[in-house]
């Protein structure tokens, strides 16, 4: 009997050590799971609705609390910033970020949720 119970608290260990080596899957990362490719903020307003991004262009204004316009060459977009994506970061007009996030098409509007977000130096 103590065999036993010995044997199963050595699988419960085990499987609990197994269930911790799974990588989290609502990390945050900027790299494997985000695409390479930066795109223009032309081609980011035709984009299909959900899909996700890379852009890069400088903050034009604050149009809300959490939301801003972002521009390049090409043209304007509206963007979602929450507050735990600056992570600290002090960003002037000056600065050049790239910004990665899920296109939010609307029957009037297209606009880009930030998941990540990078100065450019």
């Known amino acids: ?6 044997i199963s608290i050595f699988a419960g260990i085990v499987g609990l050590t197994a269930c911790n080596n799974q990588p989290m899957s609502n990390q945050q990362t900027f790299g494997a799971n ?7 903020i032309k081609q980011a307003l035709s984009a299909r609705d959900d899909s996700y991004v890379t852009i890069e ?5 604050q149009v809300d609390n959490d939301e801003y316009i972002i521009a390049d060459a090409s043209g ?6 929450d507050n735990h994506i600056w992570r600290g970061q002090n960003v002037s ?6 910004l ?5 098409s609307e ?3 297209t606009e880009l949720k930030v998941r990540e977000l990078t100065i450019i130096k």
């Open 57 to 61: 262009g400088k903050i034009l204004s």
């Open 100 to 104: 990665y996030g899920e296109i939010d």
């Open 93 to 98: 007009s000056q600065d050049k970020v790239r």
């Open 76 to 81: 304007q977009i509206r963007v979602e910033i």
């Open 34 to 40: 985000t695409p390479s490719q930066t795109i223009s």
């Open 1 to 6: 009997m103590k065999k036993l119970a010995a």
């Open 107 to 109: 029957w009037n509007k």
